[in-house]
């Protein structure tokens, strides 16, 4: 384009650069990138694991669950307060990168496990009246790192790899698997743009690659 600018300066049909690369520039989306979900055995597995309770804590339980049911970022989910959840119209609102708020839908029986770790585990803990959700034993406020740990732990016993953002992106390939258009979806994670969510999660595998062939 620069250059077709100069080229119209140089026969007489413009008078000045309009066009400047630096400014001007197009950003394209490199290959797409590969990322890492739960198949859904695994998913399966995990949410098994964790309704037994000989296995995990409610508090846990509902880590797993709002990770994978709702796509937030590890750091959102610690930052989670009580007041940010209307049980009335099931919706989590989040709070994200740079101060950016979402609204997100909740499962009812998500609501439920919310109310049931309210009423249970967390109102005998020495920090029930913290604003926060989630609360440990230490603090107020679940740490990354407690959440980290939790994960490997029960991935440990399940024998595959669980981390949060793993889960993350679980949430975000099972919505587009089903149907779900992808600004939807961009908006539930709360991606910058479309594109974001559109260069990581518009991939077929193999596998899915050759069912939709022998559709024809």
Same mark, same amino acid.
């Given at each position: 384009?620069?250059?077709?600018?100069?080229?119209?300066?140089?026969?007489?049909?413009?008078?000045?650069?309009?066009?400047?690369?630096?400014?001007?520039?197009?950003?394209?989306?490199?290959?797409?990138?590969?990322?890492? @979900?739960?198949?859904?055995?695994?998913?399966?597995?995990?949410?098994?694991?964790?309704?037994?309770?000989?296995?995990?804590?409610?508090?846990?339980?509902?880590?797993?669950?709002?990770?994978?049911?709702?796509?937030?970022? @590890?750091?959102?989910?610690?930052?989670?307060?009580?007041?940010?959840?209307?049980?009335?119209?099931? &919706?989590?609102?989040?709070?994200?990168?740079?101060?950016?708020?979402?609204?997100?839908?909740?499962?009812?029986?998500?609501?439920?496990?919310?109310?049931?770790?309210?009423?249970?585990?967390?109102?005998?803990?020495?920090?029930? &009246?913290?604003?926060?959700?989630?609360?440990?034993?230490?603090?107020?406020?679940?740490?990354?790192?407690?959440?980290?740990?939790?994960? &490997? &732990?029960?991935?440990?016993?399940?024998?595959?790899?669980?981390?949060?953002?793993?889960?993350?992106?679980?949430?975000?390939?099972?919505?587009?698997?089903?149907?779900?258009?992808?600004?939807? @979806?961009?908006?539930?994670?709360?991606?910058?743009?479309?594109?974001?969510?559109?260069?990581?999660?518009?991939?077929?595998?193999?596998?899915?690659?050759?069912?939709?062939?022998?559709?024809?």
């Amino acid at each position: 384009m620069q250059a077709y600018n100069f080229y119209l300066i140089s026969k007489g049909m413009a008078t000045e650069q309009v066009v400047f690369l630096r400014k001007d520039q197009v950003k394209i989306a490199s290959g797409r990138q590969n990322v890492n @979900v739960l198949t859904d055995e695994q998913v399966n597995r995990l949410l098994f694991y964790i309704q037994d309770h000989q296995n995990t804590s409610q508090r846990n339980e509902l880590v797993v669950l709002l990770l994978l049911y709702t796509g937030v970022r @590890v750091s959102e989910l610690c930052q989670i307060k009580i007041q940010d959840i209307d049980f009335f119209t099931s &919706e989590l609102s989040i709070y994200g990168k740079g101060g950016k708020h979402r609204e997100v839908p909740l499962r009812n029986d998500l609501i439920a496990k919310i109310r049931e770790y309210l009423k249970g585990e967390r109102s005998q803990s020495k920090f029930a &009246e913290s604003k926060y959700l989630l609360v440990s034993q230490r603090n107020e406020k679940m740490a990354r790192d407690t959440i980290n740990t939790l994960l &490997e &732990e029960i991935g440990a016993d399940l024998e595959f790899k669980i981390y949060p953002h793993q889960l993350r992106h679980t949430f975000c390939t099972r919505l587009i698997h089903k149907g779900v258009d992808l600004t939807t @979806v961009s908006r539930l994670a709360g991606h910058q743009s479309i594109l974001t969510t559109s260069h990581f999660y518009i991939s077929s595998s193999r596998k899915q690659k050759q069912e939709a062939v022998n559709l024809l």
